[in-house]
């Protein structure tokens, strides 16, 4: 009889870290399209072609990366990795698909000041356009999978109003933990996940200590950094950020516009035109963080600003990935498990629900012919199914081609 925390026996063949690197690095290459997007990506690549996991193997995994906070494709990617290679197949996973939009928008970053006038001011505010036309797709989408039934849906509306009465961070976290009871006693009839099939090269004892970790950051970044300026704080920041947001992706945003909006360091706009360019490039949506970084002020921002905040939002949700997967086996075929996380699910899109109305519709649409020119980048994804590319291209030439009409 084995050890509880012992490596399991058996596991999967053994691949090598630069195969990882090199098959995430041609999806950070061209994975458009949003973290829905990048899950189907993800089962094409690795369950169909390549056979590195099961279906049921990878079925767990997304459950799992779902279920916490942090950016869901992020940590489905790392989790693959990790599996396959080891802890350095982990990392190279990461890397490989976070470094392509990573320097993307940090360029854009740099050019942004440089972006001037009436041309580069309507460029910028069609790109607040496209941020409402992908997160209204994002609503959409996630409400068909994972609002399915009247429960479900009846918990994502009053997420969506606690959210905005509250008008708090605290809000989502309450709504989430609300969206999460509620699961437990509305949806009873979600089927579990089963829980057996994960081989990993590390043991319980491990996944504690990421654990612990975890949580001493989460306690400690503040703490330390209280009176403080600089890099720690923005640290501290994006690490709250990273640890606090379930469902990923857009929902996001709402947290990271309190991080660097309501400090003063990034401007509304600044902010919503980054969140705009992040939808024109390919990998996670969290890589947002490298263009937010390296717009801070002063010696804070660049090169340092960029890796000091996209690192700090990242590594909570790796730290619980790799913390909760030797866990995970003992849990996930339980019934009440997955009623809970079906509550969860429901209560993120009421997050996103609320995120698409403020700060995205607010911020974003002056009038009417803003609304209408979001409406047709929506069309366009939804009923044409066009890349977010051409959304990207429509939303500011329509933008642009306004402005010098109006001149």
């Known amino acids: 009889m084995s ?28 994975s458009f399209g949003g973290p829905i997007a990048h899950l189907g990506y993800f089962r094409r690549e ?29 940590q489905l990617g790392f989790s693959i990795g990790l599996l396959r290679a080891g802890w350095a197949g982990a990392f190279a996973a990461f890397l490989a698909f976070t470094l392509p939009s990573a320097l993307l928008l940090f360029a854009f970053a740099a050019l942004l000041p440089h ?7 309507a460029a910028l505010h069609g790109l607040g356009l496209v941020a ?18 009247v429960p479900r849906m009846t ?12 008008g708090q961070a605290w809000g989502q976290l309450l709504a989430v933990a609300l969206g999460g009871i509620s699961g437990l006693v509305v949806c009873r009839g979600v089927p579990p996940v089963p829980g057996g099939g994960l081989h990993l090269r590390y043991g319980s004892s491990l996944g504690w200590t990421l654990l612990a970790v975890f949580a001493l950051l989460l306690v400690g970044l503040p703490f330390v950094a209280q009176g403080r300026d600089g890099l720690l704080v923005v640290a501290g920041a994006f690490y709250r950020a990273g640890a606090l947001v379930f ?11 309190e991080a660097v909006v309501g400090p003063g360091w990034i401007s509304s706009d600044d902010f919503l035109a980054g969140y705009g360019a992040a939808q024109a490039v390919p990998g996670p949506m969290f890589t947002l963080a490298a263009y937010l970084g390296a ?24 730290l619980l990935v790799g913390g909760v ?32 109305y403020d700060p995205v519709f607010t911020s974003g649409v002056r009038g009417p012919v803003d609304m209408a020119i979001a409406l047709v980048g929506f069309a366009l994804l939804v009923a044409w199914r066009v890349s977010p590319l051409f959304v990207v291209i429509w939303c500011i030439g329509a933008s642009v081609g306004r402005s010098i009409l109006l001149r």
Request: proline share 7%; glycine share 12%; aromatic share 6%.
């Open 325 to 356: 997967l030797p866990l995970w086996r003992a849990i996930a075929g339980r019934p009440v498990a997955a009623r809970a996380i079906a509550g969860v699910n429901a209560a993120v899109v009421g997050l996103l629900g609320a995120a698409l």
């Open 295 to 318: 717009s801070l002020p002063g010696s804070d921002g660049g090169v340092i600003g960029a890796s000091v905040a996209l690192g700090a939002i990242l590594l909570p949700g790796f």
């Open 3 to 30: 050890k509880p925390n012992s490596v399991p026996a058996q596991t999967p063949d053994a691949g090598s870290v630069w195969e990882v690197f090199s098959t995430f690095l041609k999806l950070g290459l061209t």
């Open 115 to 121: 972006l001037s006038g009436t041309i580069g001011e």
């Open 46 to 74: 690795f369950v169909e072609r390549r056979a590195w996991i099961a279906d049921s193997q990878f079925a767990q995994l997304l459950a799992l990366c779902q279920f916490l906070p942090g950016p869901a494709s992020s």
């Open 132 to 149: 409402l036309a992908v997160v209204a797709q994002g609503v959409l989408g996630m409400t068909r999978q994972l609002c399915p039934d």
């Open 155 to 166: 918990i994502a509306v009053l997420a969506a109003a606690l959210v905005l009465i509250s």
């Open 247 to 257: 469902g990923g992706g857009q929902v996001v945003l709402p947290l990271l516009e």
